[in-house]
Structures are given as C-alpha cells and as structure tokens.
C-alpha cells in the first residue's frame, strides 16, 4: 500500500501528459441543483475547510486564491500542508461572513452545506450570487438541498473535473483523478469477500455523531470492503442513538481523529461506555483511525480507503 498523501505528488509533477481541450467560457457547471456560469476563470478563490483547501491547492490553484476558511478553528494542520499553505492568508478560522468574502474582492468560494453554509443561513449562492461571488458547492454536501443517491468516490472525482474546468487546470484534473483511481484499484484487487460491519464515530455522548449513506464515509468504506451499518440511512452526518450501534453490533469501530478530543479519548469513552459493552468491536477492540482531512471528500480520500482496508482485512 502506498499511503502518501496526493497533495505533494500533485505539486511535484503537475498536469498529465495527455491534454484536455482547454475550457472556453462562457462556462456552465452543475453544482447541486443550480447552473453556475463562469465568464472567466476566477482569480480570486477562496475554499472553506481543510479537505476543500487541499483539493484547490492539488491543482495548483494557490496564485488565484485570495484566502482559505475554517481551518484551524477547528483541526491541526499537517506540516506539509502548512507549508503548502505558507503565504495564504486564512480569512477566518471559523466560518467567514458576506463581510469576510467582500472586503477579499473573492470572485469565487468553494464550501458546501454544512461545510461553511447552512440552508436559509446568511452565506450562500443565492446571497453571494448577487454580490459577484459564485459559488461551487462540495457534491456530497448537495445530500441537503437535494435527493442523491449513496455517496461514491465519484463524488471527489466530479468536484476535482470541475474544479478543472472552471479553472482551466483540466490536465491537472484528470491526472489527480487517474492517480486517486489507480490507488485505489491497487487496494481492491486483493481484497477478500467478507464485508465486515463497520461504525463511524465522529463525535458525541448522548448520542453519537456518524454517516449515513450519503455522507463521504460510506463511500470508503465500501471502496475499502467493508459495509457502513447505517447504509440504510438517507442522510450524510448525522446523530444516531446508541441503541441503534448495539442492535446493528458493528465488528470494527472508525474515529474519525480531529478538534480538541483526541482519539484515544474517544476510544476511550467508547471502551467504557455501559450500553456498548456487547458490541463485538468493543470487545475485540477493532478501532480504526483516520484523519477528518481523509474521513471528508478530498485528494486523501485515497490514503482512507488504503488504512480502512488494511484494518478491516490485515495486509
């Protein structure tokens, strides 16, 4: 298995050597359930979280970035990443405001729902379109306003092919898509039939914070040959009652590492938690870690399916 992270491999050697036709604007992309139109490529970008940062700066997009949001207000950033990030202000650590977005000049904002914006909130396309700001929205997010079907790995790809041709980096694009796709095939060739029953922590005590079917982790962990044992539900994050993890009893437990509690502090109050105690991955103890950077859509998608496998089936 490779597990290394994309984003400097992307840096290093750039576009593919096959050349995709240049993007001629006006251009026309689909972002959830709108049309968004670009009369020319944006230069003065800004991308909200880590995972949206991260796919931007793969691409080469950091000279026509005027920022990035909501980083280090909630999550550590990796060293390689920081000095990927060196020179790059962060606009607010947190979410930014309309104010935040208008006095960058931005021209574009990459965020999704729940990842920056929240239905009817103050920031969105509808309130930023006017302003001059388009927006693109992160696919799986488009589970809030929208019916989709089950989260994919497809659902980075298509936001990498169009962040491509809204920038006009399309041969970046399609060689970051062929790599991730090809990391992935090398994981998936040897793995085993049985699909054991996995949970993924992300937060909470009262109740648990997790992903349904439309939220990134289930694509990885069916990428990775597992089966999400909540893949019945239609939502992406959400909360789910603890009596619900022990009646579908999962045989290995994903935390999902990030924000002030650690991990083995969540191991921890998973360990001793009293309602948990017959679930086969607490007594086996089968916990996985992984990053929020790999857990959420993004270039590291790829090293998750890679660590996911290897914990759901060994080397």
């Given amino acids: ?50 995972n949206m940062t991260q796919m931007m700066l793969a691409l080469g ?3 026509r970035m ?9 999550k550590s950033v990796a060293p390689e990443m920081a000095s990927t990030l060196d020179g790059l202000p962060e606009l607010a650590s947190k979410y930014p405001s309309v104010e935040t977005l208008l006095n960058a000049n931005v021209d574009f904002f990459f ?40 989260a994919t790995l497809d ?29 992935v095939a090398e994981v998936q060739k040897d793995l ?7 949970f993924l922590y992300d937060s909470g005590e009262d109740r648990a914070m997790t992903s349904g079917r439309l939220g990134m982790p289930q694509a990885l962990i069916t990428a990775a040959g597992g089966r999400n044992i909540l893949d019945d539900v239609d939502a992406s994050w959400t909360r789910v009652n603890w009596e619900t993890v022990v009646e579908r009893n999962p045989q290995v437990i994903v935390i999902v590492d990030y924000s002030e509690i650690t991990a083995d502090q969540k191991q921890a109050f998973l360990m001793n938690n009293p309602a948990l105690q017959a679930v086969d991955a607490i007594k086996n103890q ?6 929020y950077v790999q857990a959420t859509p993004g270039i590291d998608n790829v090293l998750a399916v890679e660590t996911l496998a290897k914990g759901f089936h060994g080397e």
């Fill in 1 to 50: 298995m490779i597990l290394r992270s994309l984003l400097g491999v992307a840096l290093l050697f750039g576009a593919s050597e096959a050349f995709a036709e240049a993007t001629h604007y006006p251009l026309t992309v689909k972002s959830c359930n709108r049309d968004v139109t670009f009369q020319e490529a944006p230069q003065h970008a800004v991308s909200h979280d880590i």
């Fill in 61 to 63: 997009l950091k000279p």
């Fill in 66 to 74: 005027a920022g990035y949001s909501g980083v280090t207000g909630w």
């Fill in 111 to 150: 965020a999704g729902w729940d990842y920056g914006m929240r239905v009817g909130g103050d920031l969105t396309p509808q309130t930023l379109q006017p302003l001059g700001i388009n927006v693109y929205e992160l696919t799986e997010s488009c589970a809030f306003v929208m019916k989709r079907p089950a």
């Fill in 155 to 183: 659902d980075t790809y298509n936001d990498l092919r169009n962040l491509g041709k809204i920038f006009n980096v399309q041969d970046r694009a399609n060689a970051l898509i062929a790599q991730m796709q090809a990391q």
């Fill in 192 to 198: 085993p039939a049985d699909t054991p029953r996995v």
């Fill in 286 to 291: 089968r916990f996985i870690v992984i990053p």
